[in-house]
T-cell receptor
């Protein structure tokens, strides 16, 4: 069975610091997609970044980048120059047979 | 362009009742999927509809059902509510194919409390 594990229930950092959120997954598929979603207090889930498993290059979106280690089944999210608006729940998700399998989430708090 | 709209935002029901939640996707989007979110468990996939047909279903009991109308609006229904059904129910839409590697656009959810 496909699983997604986020081992950090909560993290906090000072504004402008860099923070890394961890995610490990398990799948028997060879081609798949991985995602990081952000859920602010408004509850609306917002796509942060997407990685295609067959692409070796790590995805980057402005201050957000991933460290994708396919052999280790690891998919961490790095947020550089963190901002107060980055405070949110962050979810890692795996695309599997047209279903998204989600981790339990990491609550990230950016302190001023 | 309006985003994904879910109504109502909050709902309080008692055990044994039934409830219907509504989701209006972004104009032009034909795929709608539903998720249940509970604290500490992330999101669980309920079902997905594309062009009025259920294309995929998660591992939930038959008390959970849904449908999609010709205008792509979707409803989900939960019958004989149980305390454990208390959760945030999220709806997401995507442009064309019911594929999760398409970008999903989420609504703000309906928070259901069962007393």
């Amino acid at each position: 069975a496909q699983t997604v594990t986020q081992s950090q229930p909560e993290m906090s950092v000072q504004e402008a610091e860099t923070v890394t959120l961890s995610c490990t997954y398990d799948t028997s598929e060879n081609n798949y997609y991985l995602f990081w979603y952000k859920q602010p207090p408004s509850r609306q889930m917002i796509l942060v970044i997407r990685q295609e498993a067959y692409k070796q290059q790590n995805a980057t979106e402005n201050r957000f980048s991933v460290n994708f280690q396919k052999a280790a089944k690891s998919f961490s999210l790095k947020i550089s120059d963190s901002q107060l608006g980055d405070t949110a729940m962050y979810f890692c998700a795996l695309d599997s047979n047209y279903q998204l399998i989600w981790g339990a989430g990491t609550k990230l708090i950016i302190k001023p | 362009k309006a985003g994904v709209t879910q109504t109502p935002r909050y709902l309080i029901k008692t055990r044994g009742q039934q409830v219907t939640l509504s989701c209006s996707p972004i104009s032009g989007h034909r795929s709608v999927s539903w998720y249940q979110q509970t604290p500490g468990q992330g999101l669980q996939f309920l079902f997905e509809y594309f062009s009025e047909t259920q294309r995929n279903k998660g591992n939930f009991p038959g008390r959970f059902s849904g449908r999609q109308f010709s205008n792509s609006r979707s409803e989900m229904n939960v019958s004989t509510l149980e305390l454990g059904d208390s959760a945030l129910y999220l709806c997401a839409s995507s442009l064309v194919v019911p594929s999760t590697n398409e970008k999903l656009f989420f609504g703000s959810g309906t928070q259901l409390s069962v007393l």
